[in-house]
């Protein structure tokens, strides 16, 4: 992709991370502002959805660029797994966070650590795990040739995310079937073999399938469903922006997984007694901003990103990081604006330092960055 299209993507990014900063950093420098706005929009639910429509944009693209599952692979672990691991050793310093003991270690490297019902070294990771989900999923399309089919399999997840329950009790010992499996997977579908890329995929896809279904608390058994709904609808639109297939599969497949959203979101508010006007409202506009945010992103992608919001959207994978692992430090300081002005310039200076030397610093470069940030 040009660097233009990059462009809106990191904006979108950029609004993504922002959004999220502003659900962490006001429970500490301006509480009471924080008491007002969250009456009216999840701003980290806002934050992370949108962060989702665009991994799902992106990410399919990227395995097409590849050509290759092996390249893929290879690509989004010098991405991620650099940085990912820096975070989680510097989190486990802090004495509130859990210690890196052998099995928190090993969930933690599959990067599935929330989906194997482990208690996270910080809280943010749990995103993490649903992209990796998503890369098992997109991975196993590829491997069986149905990475086409993006729209059906939205629609699929979003209606399982409604009308179904838990299949399986998440009591029980996941970790090391979760390696295991992992590991069988991601050998087959970087081999050479065409058979064993199709076990491979198909290893991939029932492990996602597994954990989703059943590592979720019960009060929450199918929101991970209507994420991988979410970031397939970003695959959709893409395979419709790019030509190769019509808008209307597009269309229905917002409709459907908006619509999943607002049930699943609206039964949760009945179950906790919260089913009011001003709550209902809320789960609407924290629908409205993050797909609206994308809309306006799509609908002025071949116009010029400012450059300090494309900026913010290139290390926004350091910022969305190492920002809480701060705010654990030094969360107790931020006692007003002036503080958060401080902590948030220090923290740009910090993921800057974490993007040049660990993002990118540890991988092998590309000829160039807009070519690396494609992967």
């Given at each position: 992709?040009?660097?233009?299209?990059?462009?809106?993507?990191?904006?979108?990014?950029?609004?993504?991370?922002?959004?999220?900063?502003?659900?962490?950093?006001?429970?500490f420098a301006?509480?009471?502002?924080?008491?007002?706005?969250?009456?009216?929009?999840?701003?980290?639910?806002?934050?992370?959805?949108?962060?989702?429509?665009?991994?799902?944009?992106?990410?399919?693209?990227?395995?097409?660029?590849?050509?290759?599952?092996?390249?893929?692979?290879?690509?989004?672990?010098?991405?991620?797994?650099?940085?990912?691991t820096a975070?989680?050793?510097?989190?486990?310093?802090?004495?509130?966070?859990?210690?890196?003991?052998?099995?928190?270690?090993?969930?933690?490297?599959?990067?599935?650590?929330?989906?194997?019902?482990?208690?996270?070294?910080?809280?943010?990771?749990?995103?993490?795990?649903?992209?990796?989900?998503?890369?098992?999923?997109?991975?196993?399309?590829?491997?069986?040739?149905?990475?086409?089919?993006?729209?059906?399999?939205?629609?699929?997840?979003?209606?399982?995310?409604?009308?179904?329950?838990?299949?399986?009790?998440?009591?029980?010992?996941?970790?090391?079937?979760?390696?295991?499996?992992?590991?069988?997977?991601?050998?087959?579908?970087?081999?050479?073999?065409?058979?064993?890329?199709?076990?491979?995929?198909?290893?991939?896809?029932?492990?996602?399938?597994?954990?989703?279904?059943?590592?979720?608390?019960?009060?929450?058994?199918?929101?991970?469903?209507?994420?991988?709904?979410?970031?397939?609808?970003?695959?959709?639109?893409?395979?419709?922006?790019?030509?190769?297939?019509?808008?209307?599969?597009?269309?229905?497949?917002?409709?459907?997984?908006?619509?999943?959203?607002?049930?699943?979101?609206?039964?949760?508010?009945?179950?906790?007694?919260?089913?009011?006007?001003?709550?209902?409202?809320?789960?609407?506009?924290?629908?409205?901003?993050?797909?609206?945010?994308?809309?306006?992103g799509m609908?002025?992608?071949?116009?010029?990103?400012?450059?300090?919001?494309?900026?913010?959207?290139?290390?926004?994978?350091?910022?969305?990081?190492?920002?809480?692992?701060?705010?654990?430090?030094?969360?107790?300081?931020?006692?007003?604006?002036?503080?958060?002005?401080?902590?948030?310039?220090?923290?740009?200076?910090?993921?800057?330092?974490?993007?040049?030397?660990?993002?990118?610093?540890?991988?092998?470069?590309?000829?160039?960055?807009?070519?690396?940030?494609?992967?």
């Open positions: 992709m040009s660097n233009r299209r990059l462009g809106w993507l990191d904006g979108l990014r950029a609004v993504a991370v922002l959004l999220v900063l502003y659900a962490h950093v006001s429970r301006f509480p009471e502002v924080r008491a007002v706005t969250s009456e009216w929009l999840h701003a980290g639910v806002a934050g992370v959805m949108l962060f989702f429509l665009v991994s799902g944009y992106i990410i399919p693209a990227s395995l097409e660029r590849h050509g290759d599952l092996r390249r893929f692979w290879a690509g989004r672990f010098r991405r991620l797994w650099p940085l990912y975070v989680i050793i510097a989190a486990s310093l802090i004495p509130i966070n859990p210690d890196l003991s052998l099995p928190t270690t090993t969930a933690h490297a599959t990067m599935l650590p929330f989906l194997t019902n482990t208690e996270l070294v910080t809280p943010v990771l749990w995103t993490l795990s649903f992209e990796m989900a998503f890369y098992l999923l997109v991975s196993a399309l590829f491997a069986i040739r149905l990475h086409r089919a993006e729209s059906i399999v939205a629609v699929i997840f979003a209606l399982l995310g409604v009308a179904t329950a838990p299949l399986i009790s998440a009591r029980h010992e996941v970790i090391v079937p979760t390696v295991i499996a992992l590991a069988a997977g991601l050998a087959g579908v970087c081999s050479r073999r065409r058979w064993a890329i199709t076990v491979g995929g198909l290893t991939l896809a029932g492990l996602a399938g597994f954990l989703l279904l059943t590592a979720m608390n019960p009060s929450h058994a199918w929101d991970g469903l209507l994420i991988l709904a979410v970031m397939f609808t970003g695959t959709a639109i893409y395979r419709a922006d790019t030509g190769q297939t019509t808008w209307w599969p597009v269309l229905i497949t917002v409709t459907v997984v908006a619509g999943a959203l607002l049930t699943n979101w609206f039964a949760e508010l009945r179950s906790l007694g919260g089913f009011t006007p001003q709550y209902t409202a809320r789960s609407v506009i924290t629908l409205l901003v993050f797909g609206g945010a994308f809309a306006v609908v002025t992608r071949h116009r010029r990103t400012p450059a300090w919001l494309t900026r913010i959207g290139v290390i926004s994978y350091s910022v969305y990081l190492v920002h809480y692992v701060l705010l654990q430090v030094v969360g107790r300081y931020l006692h007003g604006p002036v503080e958060a002005v401080v902590f948030l310039a220090a923290l740009y200076g910090i993921c800057e330092l974490t993007y040049r030397y660990i993002e990118v610093g540890v991988s092998v470069r590309a000829p160039s960055i807009a070519a690396y940030r494609s992967r």
